[in-house]
């Protein structure tokens, strides 16, 4: 147990792996970008504008603008997840680019900080187009200097997910378990952190249970942004998200490193 | 430790779970040196180098590269080397030189410094026609030679090669031993892996045969094969109630002999007179020639098939 929480030994090298990632999405930036961004859009608009056709208001905002927040987080989310559990996943075990990388002077910290700095950087990629296409549709009604910290909650985000996605990875013996995943980690998180529906007609074990979810602190910190009603006490979501994340890193980077190192 | 030693291996143990791979060896490499690492598949080499590279955690024992513990300055350590893995793990992502450009970014190399080094090795390996082309429209030889340029890219004090030509055809073997050669006038230490026999002759001034985690023999090949087989081999296919018989007749001589299946193997330092009287008694059916390494091999790690 204590192994899992040992001190990682991580570098700025993990910068150079970054690189590497960086180098290769170039040649495959458009198709991820629809991937990732498809989805979300299709939320937006189509639940949006299809339920919210039939409620004249929640919260006081059109269907679509209470939606909107969570699905710049949703996008973010999922980005960093697909990066670190498929893409990791094969450049660990298929492709052995992991292996390549190591025996230079890179720690396997660096490889799995570097790959987690990646998906975070795909999810500011996604995050912000997302956010795009938000301001397009006048969606965005808090002044525009939120942009600044609803970017970094992006990118926190993304290093969240990213890290836990890289656990994901340690522990799945093949592509298949990262279905599991997606079900039973991410979904229920999708339904559950208030991204569609206030969660306050829940009962309230469920309430508790959806606040053990970071994205529902994304979320709710998205919103207050977006919204424009923002108070000081939803920056206490930043130390909750940016602590979880940290903790994700030690672990993932402690388990990679069993994994590979034997 | 002198230092002019560039790896030193003090009594190292590795064990995964309950099996040994690496059983208590000892051994180093001084600078300039073409080191090969013998042995049947399962012998511990792979796992050898894997340690030298900070890839495996050591169970027991030290090992250094270039005087420095490489379970404490792995970093360091790594910096030193260059890698060819047994198994090919180019970045598919990339071009050619795109991975030798990458590949020098690990080891902090600049950006001109990377594309003059990526070139002239790219050159140096007859792949410069190739250079943009993607990892999958390459065939396994140029990926091997990609490997070794890639392994070279940081200027390493050591080149650590795992099996270098496995699966490689005729002419490219020779090439890769000609560039080895090359590399080793240039005063690079050499470490390699292998199971051809003929390799390690060609190429290294000194080898360790390993079974079973254990290093049985070690020094020079040539000297080696000379003290403990002869100068020479006479292959005689025959059978083995007629062995006996022709032992008695051939006492006078003074040679070794073992038999494997259908055939007596009689080393000696001198055949010449041996073969004479074994034509000249009709024993016509046989082989007479020089001893190589891979009689030595099979002589220490037996000549049963190693599963």
């Known amino acids: ?262 | 430790m002198s230092k002019d030693k560039m790896i030193t291996a003090k009594n190292i143990k590795k064990r995964y779970g309950k099996t040994i791979a690496v059983n208590g060896i000892s051994f180093s490499i001084s600078k300039g040196e073409c080191y090969g690492l013998l042995g049947p598949n399962g012998a511990g080499k792979t796992t050898t180098i894997k340690i030298i590279n900070c890839l495996s955690p050591i169970s027991s024992g030290e090992m250094y590269v270039c005087g420095m513990d490489v379970e404490i300055f792995p970093r360091k350590a790594k910096a030193l080397m260059g890698v060819v893995p047994q198994d090919e793990n180019l970045d598919p992502d990339l071009t050619v030189v795109k991975n030798l450009l990458v590949y020098a970014r690990y080891f902090e190399i600049s950006k001109k410094e990377a594309r003059n080094r990526a070139e002239e090795l790219l050159k140096f390996l007859n792949l410069y026609e190739k250079k943009d082309s993607l990892i999958k429209e390459l065939s396994g030889g140029m990926k091997k030679r990609l490997l070794i340029a890639r392994a070279l890219i940081n200027k390493p004090e050591i080149l650590i090669l795992d099996e270098p030509t496995t699966g490689l055809d005729p002419q490219l073997r020779h090439m890769i031993w000609q560039r080895l050669r090359l590399l080793k006038k240039n005063g690079i230490t050499i470490l390699m892996t292998t199971h051809y026999m003929e390799e390690a002759s060609q190429l290294c001034n000194q080898i360790a045969i390993m079974d079973k985690g254990k290093i049985l023999i070690e020094g020079n090949p040539l000297k080696l094969v000379e003290k403990q087989i002869g100068k020479e081999v006479i292959e005689l296919r025959i059978d083995r109630d007629k062995e006996a018989e022709l032992l008695i007749i051939l006492n006078d001589f003074d040679f070794a002999h073992e038999r494997v299946g259908d055939t007596l193997y009689l080393f000696s330092r001198d055949g010449q007179d041996l073969v004479k009287f074994l034509i000249s008694h009709d024993y016509s059916h046989l082989l007479h020639r020089p001893s190589t390494l891979e009689d030595l091999f099979l002589k220490l790690t037996g000549r049963g098939l190693k599963e």
């Open chain 1, 1 to 262: 147990m204590k192994s899992i929480f040992k001190k990682p030994d991580i570098s700025l090298r993990a910068y150079r792996v970054w690189q590497r990632n960086k180098d290769s999405y170039k040649r495959f930036y458009r198709a991820n970008l629809i991937g990732a961004l498809g989805e979300p859009i299709m939320y937006l608009f189509g639940m949006g504008l299809g339920i919210g056709g039939y409620l004249s208001s929640l919260e006081g905002m059109p269907y679509i603008q209470f939606i909107a927040p969570g699905l710049i987080m949703v996008t973010a989310m999922y980005s960093a997840s697909f990066e670190c559990t498929f893409g990791s996943y094969t450049r660990m075990t298929g492709q052995k680019t992991y292996h390549g990388i190591i025996a230079t002077p890179l720690s396997i910290g660096d490889v799995v900080m570097g790959d987690i700095l990646w998906g975070a950087t795909k999810s500011l990629i996604s995050g912000s187009i997302m956010l795009i296409v938000i301001l397009t549709a006048n969606l965005m009604k808090g002044p525009l200097i939120y942009i600044i910290p609803l970017l970094v909650l992006v990118f926190i985000v993304g290093l969240l997910f990213s890290s836990m996605a890289m656990i994901a990875t340690a522990l799945s013996p093949s592509y298949d378990f990262f279905s599991y995943y997606f079900t039973l980690a991410l979904t229920p998180m999708f339904f559950l952190a208030g991204i569609f529906f206030p969660l306050a007609k829940f009962p309230l074990f469920i309430q508790a249970l959806a606040y053990l979810f970071p994205l529902t602190h994304a979320v709710n910190m998205s919103r207050s942004f977006v919204t424009g009603n923002f108070s000081f006490l939803n920056l206490l979501g930043f130390p909750i998200l940016l602590g979880l994340t940290i903790i994700f890193i030690i672990v993932a980077v402690n388990l990679i490193e069993k994994k590979i190192i034997q």
